[in-house]
């Protein structure tokens, strides 16, 4: 004796797709989270920024206070503007 209700699959396929995409969505939402309230990105780009922030502002790789006494313009110069040296 063969009961239909039971043999039936037409559904199950869509129902485990649907269930699978429930647990990927929560996946990503609670990754998401993890990442922003880790500051992730904040740390990784943040913790480079003083070394290139020197870098922007007086091209030496040093945070900036130490990066602006390195800067080319703050060095004694022996040249003069005058081509005869006077």
């Given at each position: 004796m063969k009961r239909a209700g039971l043999d039936n699959n037409k559904g199950q396929f869509v129902i485990e797709m649907v269930l699978l995409m429930i647990v990927s969505i929560g996946f990503f939402v609670w990754g998401t989270k993890q990442l922003r309230d880790g500051k992730f990105f904040a740390k990784l780009i943040g913790g480079s920024w003083p070394a290139i922030a020197g870098m922007?502002?007086?091209?030496?790789?040093?945070?900036?206070?130490?990066a602006r006494a390195l800067h080319?313009?703050?060095?004694?110069?022996?040249?003069?503007?005058?081509?005869?040296g006077e």
């Open positions: 922007i502002e007086s091209g030496v790789w040093e945070e900036p206070e130490k080319p313009n703050q060095r004694d110069r022996s040249l003069t503007v005058d081509p005869n």
